[in-house]
């Protein structure tokens, strides 16, 4: 538990008698008294004092003076929640400033975790051991302008967006082509595609946003889930860019990313329930504020992107078929009977039976001679995603009380679940954001706009960060 010095003022001398070192030319009292900008946190554990930041309020600034935790309750986070109660206390200031011995190793990693820059070294600054002045830059006072990159699949992508909702300019440079012939993304071919275009799409968004990465605050980066050699290429661009112009790394989980692609149409409200359903993902996520995610459920099997993939190919459609069987669906009936997949009280799917009894369908067609209509097999299927999709969508509204239902990933481009979702939120008066069509696919914006929340919930990464083929959204 964090407490503020002044609820405890009986425990000062406690805490000083605790960090000799630190109060030995000092006392908390007098700084108190005679410093009106000064203020004190003290980590509790079990009513045992075992750390403190103290800390400077200065108008539109904060600057940490000391923070120091017991040796034997070190390597615990409770020198990471002390920073972050900072950090959450000086959200409407410019900066946050600090000085640390350049041979404090430990400070100084927890300092860049929280996305703490080096600005400047203070040569034999403590007594023969250099200072080093570091700089976390806030949000209120200064525009922010993250750099957005999405390689995790077939896009090439990069972003610039200002404060999380802007979006100056996007690049994306799409494989769709190359790899319509295999009926699928193809890995290698992928990566060598993204290396192939990686350096254009930069120089081609610095251009269009008429920036330099000097104007650059951060790079936001998708590591996770994704084609490995494809994150790759995009990491270490990142990594490079981060190292070469001195700015924080950011990761972004790239569902993060496909449910921040709503906060460029409008800023979410909280507490919402996001349907995330892409060609690898179908989930429902509980958000109660930004950047913190809690999965309801999952499909068991397919995802429903990958079930409208499927069902093109038997039905001969192209990769990828979901925006034409969406198509073909709008001009089409429900003649066809298909089983309503996984119908219960969980807040579960499950595609693959759905995607067997369209093939079986389609089968027993043909061997008894008789020709599909394939619109209406692209209706009667679309309208069973819709109706098993509201159902456990409208559960989950119903058991979390969300203000904001919002839609993420490519398959949230679907006209049918699009109009579904919509009303299912007028009937009950609660507001319903998807986002633009051009960004229900990959892309660098909706990166851009996750790493700004990622940076402020203090995730910032180092240079041993990695592509995560499967990594949970958290
Ligand atoms: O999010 P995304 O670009 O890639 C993943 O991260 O998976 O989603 C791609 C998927 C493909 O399966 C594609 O067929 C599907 O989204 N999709 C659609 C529509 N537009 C794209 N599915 C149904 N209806 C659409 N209009
Ligand atoms: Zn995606």
């Known amino acids: 538990m964090i407490v503020d010095i002044n609820d405890i003022k009986d425990r000062i001398l406690e805490l000083e008698g605790l960090f000799k070192e630190v109060f030995s030319v ?4 007098k700084d108190l ?61 410019e900066n946050i400033t600090l000085e640390v011995r350049c041979d404090n190793k430990k400070a100084i990693h927890i300092y860049e975790k929280y996305g703490f820059i080096k600005t400047a070294t203070r040569k034999n600054y403590y007594n023969g051991v250099d200072g080093i002045l570091m700089e976390m830059k806030l949000m209120k006072e200064k525009d922010i302008y993250v ?23 996007t690049i994306i440079s799409s494989q ?25 799409v930069i120089e081609e968004l610095l251009e269009k946003a008429n920036m330099t990465m000097d104007n650059i605050d951060m790079v936001a980066v998708a590591n996770g889930p994704g084609l490995i050699g494809s994150l790759l290429v995009g990491l270490e661009a990142a990594k490079t860019i981060a190292w070469l112009y001195n700015k924080p790394l950011i990761p972004v989980h790239h569902i993060a990313g496909h449910i921040y692609a709503n906060n460029l149409v409008k800023r979410l409200q909280f ?5 995330v359903i892409s060609g690898g993902h179908t989930e429902l996520v509980y958000m109660d504020k930004d950047y913190s995610f809690k999965k309801l459920g999952g499909t068991l099997d397919d995802a429903v992107g990958e079930c409208y993939d499927k069902v093109g190919k038997v039905i001969g459609v192209d990769y990828p078929a979901g925006p034409k069987i969406d198509k073909m669906a709008k001009v089409g009936s429900h003649t066809y009977q298909l089983p309503l997949p996984l119908n219960d009280d969980s807040y579960n799917f499950s595609f693959s039976g759905l995607k067997s009894a369209v093939i079986n369908l389609v089968h027993n067609e043909e061997q008894r001679g008789n020709e599909i209509n394939k619109e209406n097999l692209a209706t009667s299927f679309q309208e069973t995603v819709v109706e098993i999709l509201a159902k456990k969508t409208v559960h989950a509204i119903v058991d979390y009380d969300v203000k904001n239902l919002i839609l993420a990933g490519g398959v949230s481009a679907n006209s049918g679940i699009r109009k579904r979702m919509e009303e299912i939120c007028n009937d009950r008066g ?7 069509i051009k960004y229900c696919t990959d892309n660098a914006a909706m990166i851009a706009s996750a790493g700004y929340y990622a940076y402020l919930d203090g995730r910032k990464a180092d240079f041993t960060l990695n592509g995560q083929c499967s990594i949970e959204l958290k």
């Open 430 to 436: 609660i507001n319903y954001t998807c986002p633009e």
């Open 271 to 275: 507490p919402l329930l996001c349907l």
């Open 33 to 93: 008294s005679n410093n009106p900008f000064s203020h004190y946190l003290v980590y509790l554990d079990n009513d045992e004092i075992v750390g403190f930041i103290n800390y400077y309020d200065i108008y539109d600034r904060v600057e940490i003076a000391n923070f120091n935790v017991l040796e034997s309750y070190q390597n615990k986070g409770i020198g990471n929640k002390l920073i972050k109660s900072v950090i959450d206390k000086s959200k409407e200031k």
């Open 147 to 169: 750099l957005g990159i999405e390689s995790s699949c077939d896009e090439t992508s990069f972003s610039i967006v200002k404060n999380g909702t802007d979006e100056i300019a």
């Open 176 to 200: 769709i082509d190359i790899h319509k012939d295999y009926g699928g993304v193809v890995p290698e071919i992928a990566s060598r595609a993204h290396v192939k275009n990686i350096t254009f």
């Open 26 to 29: 000092s006392s908390i009292e």
